[in-house]
């Protein structure tokens, strides 16, 4: 066999096993983003996927009960009603009138079950430089 | 004194515009006069950032609270300390301190060759004055950090007004690393400019042979080195500060962090086929543009947002300027490759598959497949919304699923490269190279394997790095028993001795040993644990061996915060170990609270706990305790991989002892019996 070939081979290889790996990570973990206004609009298979939704927490909303928090998301004039089943603890810029990313799933009652919630402070500030680490539960300051 | 860094700021990107046009001007006359006056700008440009970035430190010191900047990222009660780190705490600030570390750099460059290498030189320095014109442009007209805060006045002009106090740092920055990773970090993305100015130039000037590499390449492991140690402060920030157990996320900025050190990495060994070989010279010349653009990626990444943000948080315009700034850099690269690509020829083709060659060739290829993999998925919401309506995100499988594959095997290609003979390997030596390290490494499996680990990637892993460590431990040993048997020194020294001898290969293979560490590390995290309890003093909580007694609470008020601390005792088979205090602040000036991780830590495993705050059912306390094996190995593998490097940067020390007096030829041609055996003076190692 060619030299080239062989390096062919063996390069095609590598590229085709990493891209299937890739697929199937993709599969495990796609998140579709949407708004509020955009949630009430899916339909079918849709409202099966993994989703993420950006919010305003309304003040006054936020209740915390045994093994979840409720509280309900406010953005373009609708409401979102969210239950927090996650075990990390919410991050410490989770307050009222905070923004908030949460990541879960739609339940049939079209109120949101949260595995992960993310947020940040009304307060202005910026975000960190460099390679300031977000990781799910305390991604406060970055956005 | 915001006036005066304003106005430096100006004239330093007038003197870049000077050493740009001016430099292009000396090229095409080849006027010497002309040629001395740009890099004489060049180095004023590169004073005058320093001038503008002492003046901001000067504003932060001196709670200058007219300046917008520094009001919104320092206070009076700011500890001295992190003052400093609040100069690139934010947008402005940064972008001036990433200009700040590239004149570092220019004007060493600038300095260190002035009489050097005059034909490449000004080719050089109009790149270097190209980047730093950016930045400028960014310092001056788009996020200045000198902006003072004004009103309209009475007659409706604008009046400058001075606050009380500024707004504080953000609690999660006010801790040790973030003072020493954001400029680790950012010496790395600027670093590589260097390697990319002296690619691009030798590219322009059509320079002659592999100098570029040969000057390159201490610039080149300098800023591998910071990016390096950016990269581990920033997971090992991650792991003390946010108080979720781990040190890696993927996040956006993570990940962006990771990007350039994984072509910067690949750009490395590949330089060795050009030095060695003549080949891969296209490729390391895009391996080197890649990096470069990956660095402002980085940096676009980490200051717009662009991919963490979503519909909901506000977006910033910088993005715009750094995907500009990407798009006329990839041009520019475009059109000088397609102009010069037959200054590129190869000189030599690959022989075999068992080789030198091929290995740093599949080192590349995984590097680069890993860089991908990483790139498409940090960059997956972005694309997804062009190619559909839908923003879509992907989380750590998918990261996981391809870059644990590619590491394990990096891992392997680390033990086996170093040792494959260029051109063409026999059976011969792979049996006496391989013989041992295999027989080790499958002992060793066969041992974790006995002692529980049944984690599949883990296993391989732990086996790899016992493989990895045997190859280059005989690599020392035998190089060490050569110089032994001539010097009479104990095997010890000899190593060091050989070390200094070449210090390019074996600070290499110091450097590899690091990562080795690190591996190990990695491969704990397959038995993680960790558990929560709501706790009141008196109360136990049990995790591993370990049993965690709650004493009490105890508070203070420092200067710029309260701090509620647990009292916790550690007990170890039934014998107190120690105390620990996992500690939540309360910051007055901004409102927010912060956690304080207390972490015992040992080679077996750190004993992690956060006081993750009160049930607000029972109104009790939480302790969310993890244990996490082989965690510190992580963080030593980083001091080793430092160590390596900077073993590399040494300059060769004369192997007086073997060949004094023996003159250039007779050594490589007729080699005594005893120097061919482990051959540290003629077989072309990791150099």
């Known amino acids: ?143 | 004194m915001d006036v005066f860094g304003s106005f430096a700021l100006l004239l330093a990107f007038l003197c870049a515009g000077y050493a740009f046009v001016g430099g292009i001007a000396a090229i095409r006359t080849r006027h010497p006069l002309l040629v001395k006056s740009a890099r004489q700008a060049g180095i004023a440009a590169c004073g005058l950032i320093f001038l503008a970035t002492g003046s901001l430190v000067y504003l932060f010191f001196s709670d200058s609270y007219w300046v917008s900047y520094v009001v919104s990222h320092s206070n009076r009660d700011l500890a001295t300390f992190y003052k400093i780190a609040a100069l690139w705490s934010g947008q402005e600030g940064s972008l001036l301190f990433w200009s700040f570390l590239l004149a570092i750099y220019v004007i060493s460059v600038l300095l260190v060759y002035r009489n050097k290498n005059g034909e490449l030189m000004p080719y050089v320095g109009v790149v270097l004055a190209g980047v730093q014109i950016f930045f400028l442009t960014l310092n001056n007209f788009v996020a200045n950090p000198f902006k003072v805060l004004a009103s309209p006045g009475a007659n409706g002009a604008l009046e400058i007004f001075t606050r009380a106090d500024g707004n504080g740092l953000t609690p999660l920055l006010q801790y040790p690393e973030m003072v020493i990773h954001p400029p680790n970090l950012y010496s790395g993305y600027t670093g590589f400019t260097i390697p990319f100015a002296f690619a691009l130039g030798a590219l322009l000037a059509r320079y002659p042979g592999e100098k570029w590499i040969h000057l390159t390449r201490k610039w080149t492991m300098i800023a591998w080195c910071f990016q390096t140690m950016g990269i581990l402060l920033g997971a090992h920030w991650a792991y003390a500060v946010l108080g979720w157990g781990g040190y890696w996320g993927w996040d956006p900025v993570e990940n962006a962090s990771l990007l350039p050190w994984l072509t910067g990495t690949a750009f490395l060994h590949s330089v060795m086929m050009q030095e060695k070989r003549g080949m891969m010279k296209v490729w390391n010349v895009w391996l080197v543009f890649t990096t470069f653009m990956l660095c402002i990626l980085g940096t676009l990444l980490t200051r717009s947002g662009v991919v963490s943000s979503v519909h909901a948080f506000a977006q910033s315009s910088i993005g715009n300027y750094f995907v500009g700034f990407l798009l006329l850099v990839f041009a520019v690269c475009l059109v000088a490759y397609v102009k010069n690509r037959d200054y590129l020829k190869s000189e030599n083709q690959l022989d075999s598959m068992v080789s030198r060659e091929s290995s740093f060739l599949f080192n590349n290829l995984i590097l680069l497949v890993s860089c991908i993999a990483v790139l498409s998925g940090t960059l997956f919401p972005v694309f997804s919304e062009w190619f559909s309506s839908s923003r879509i995100s992907v989380g750590a499988p998918f990261f996981n699923k391809v870059n644990i594959p590619i590491g394990l095997i990096l891992l392997f290609l680390t033990g086996v490269g170093p040792l494959l003979a260029w051109r063409k390997t026999s059976t011969d030596s792979l049996k006496r190279n391989f013989g041992w390290p295999v027989v080790v490494a499958l002992i060793a499996g066969v041992v974790v394997f006995v002692l529980g680990v049944r984690e599949f990637f883990s296993l391989v892993c732990l086996t790899l790095c016992v493989f990895v460590t045997s190859t280059i431990g005989m690599e020392f040993f035998r190089g060490a028993r050569v110089i032994r048997s001539r010097s009479g020194a104990s095997l010890l020294a000899s190593a060091v001795d050989l070390t200094m001898r070449n210090t390019r290969r074996y600070g290499g293979y110091i450097v590899h040993m690091g990562m080795v560490l690190i591996f190990v590390g990695l491969a704990g995290a397959a038995f993680n644990r960790d558990t929560q309890k709501d706790m009141q003093s008196g109360s136990t909580l049990d995790i591993g061996q370990y049993r965690l007694l709650l004493q009490g609470f105890d508070s203070k008020a420092e200067k710029n915060y309260t701090s509620e601390r647990m009292i916790v005792e550690v007990w170890r088979d039934n014998k107190p170990l120690m105390m620990l205090y996992p500690e939540r602040r309360f910051f007055q000036t901004n409102e927010q609270s912060g956690t304080m991780v207390a972490i015992y830590s040992t080679l077996r495993e750190d004993l992690y706990i956060v006081y993750a705050g009160e049930n607000p059912e029972t109104r009790q306390p939480v302790i969310h305790a993890y244990l996490n094996p082989l965690v510190k190995w992580i963080w030593l593998g980083g001091l080793v991989v430092v160590l390596g490097t900077l073993v590399t940067l040494l300059p060769n020390r004369r192997a007086v002892l073997v060949l004094a007096g023996a003159p250039e030829g007779a050594r490589v041609q007729q080699p005594s019996a005893q120097t061919l055996a482990p051959s540290i003076a003629l077989r072309e190692g990791h150099d």
């Open chain 1, 1 to 143: 066999m060619q030299r080239r070939t062989k390096f062919g081979i063996g390069i095609g290889i590598i590229v085709v096993s990493m891209g299937f790996l890739a697929w199937l990570g993709y599969g495990e973990s796609k998140t579709y983003y949407h708004t509020i206004a955009e949630l009430q609009t899916l339909h079918g298979t849709a409202r099966a996927h993994r989703l993420r939704v950006g919010g305003t927490v309304e003040p006054g909303t936020i209740k915390r009960l045994s093994g979840r928090v409720n509280f309900v998301l406010a953005g373009e004039g609708k409401l979102l009603p969210v239950s927090y089943v996650g075990s990390e603890p919410l991050p410490d810029t989770f307050v009222d009138k905070s923004q908030a990313l949460v990541e879960g799933s739609l339940g049939n009652d079209g109120s949101f079950v949260a595995e992960h919630v993310q947020a940040k402070c009304a307060s202005k500030y910026e975000a960190a430089p460099g390679g300031d680490r977000k990781p799910d539960s305390a991604k406060a300051s970055t956005m």
